[in-house]
């Protein structure tokens, strides 16, 4: 099993920046892909951003040119580098990371760190 553990989260004003991490603990096995999700108050979970093991992204079209998404393999720790936030990025983020193990993938969830954004 794999826990993981957001951090860096908080209170921003418009035109700031964040940096989220996400720490991965107690696997086994290699996490295969790793991604970011959102949900704001009354908003379905939306995806931000992914990366798999070898370094490949994708951006939503509404985060795209402000943030970026990395990872340290050795380490299973998922960044989230944050420009430009606007308040409309105003929403709990969920790390999510995936693994493969012969015929099931196992799917992980973090518990979400907020990020607000102020006007």
Excluded: H
Excluded at 38 to 65: C, D, F, H, M
């Amino acid at each position: 099993q794999v826990q993981l553990v957001e951090s860096g989260g908080g209170l921003v004003q418009a035109g700031g920046s964040l940096r989220l991490s996400c720490a991965a603990a107690g696997t086994r096995f290699s996490i295969n892909d790793m991604a970011w999700y959102r949900q704001a108050p009354g908003k379905q979970r939306e995806l931000v951003a992914t990366i798999t093991s070898a370094g490949w992204t994708n951006y939503a079209g509404s985060v795209k040119g402000r943030f970026t998404i990395s990872r340290d393999n050795a380490k299973n720790t998922l960044y989230l580098q944050m420009n430009s936030l606007k308040p409309e990025d105003t929403a709990v983020y969920y790390c999510n990371a995936r693994s493969f193990l012969g015929t099931t993938w196992y799917d992980y969830w973090g518990q979400g760190t907020q990020v607000t954004v102020s006007s």
